[in-house]
């Protein structure tokens, strides 16, 4: 039986460690070991994958509510027999990310004894939409007007506005 010298066995490890040390370079090569080629404190060339959130307008067009007001708010305070103009105001209010489209309504302003079909468009992704009503007349002893005034949405869905009417009598 021969015998190896020290020197042959530290050989034949330096070339066992130099061997591996190749095998984990082309390994790191191929299969892209994360931030092995990049110099140290730089960012990995490999991409990284981030989720974004959409800005698109894809979102279902719908009113969500609606609400109303009357300008000015009350008549108190004013003489029966005087002419007065009243403006209602209208908000649609719609869902964020919506694809815009037509909003078709009708307000009444007499309590409902008669209404007035309108609409208005809305571009998409608007979440917000206003629609401006005037009335002019003359303030009733038989407190008749102004009336009590709402807006019912028709189409893309059906949306009740709450009812308005100014506060007070005339005297």
């Known amino acids: 039986m021969r015998q190896q010298r020290p020197m042959g066995r530290i050989f034949a490890g330096g070339a066992i460690v130099v061997l591996v040390a190749l095998f984990a370079v082309v390994l790191a090569l191929f299969h892209g070991i994360p931030g092995f080629n990049s110099p140290a404190g730089s960012p990995s060339t490999h991409p990284t994958v981030i989720p974004t959130q959409s800005t698109g307008n894809t979102g279902a ?7 109303l007001t009357v300008s000015p708010a009350s008549i ?17 209010h719609l869902p964020q990310g919506n694809k815009g489209g037509t909003i ?64 007070g009598a005339c005297h």
């Open 104 to 167: 078709q309504f009708m307000y009444t302003l007499d309590n409902g004894r008669s209404s007035t079909p309108a609409h208005v468009n809305v571009a998409p992704g608007q979440t917000m939409q206003q629609y401006t009503i005037t009335s002019s007349g003359t303030l009733t002893p038989d407190h008749t007007y102004p009336g009590v005034a709402e807006v019912i949405v028709n189409s893309p869905n059906t949306v009740n506005s709450p009812q308005v009417k100014p506060m």
């Open 76 to 92: 108190a305070g004013k003489s029966c027999g005087s002419s007065i103009t009243f403006t209602y105001t209208v908000t649609f």
């Open 61 to 67: 067009f719908k009113v969500t509510s609606a609400d």
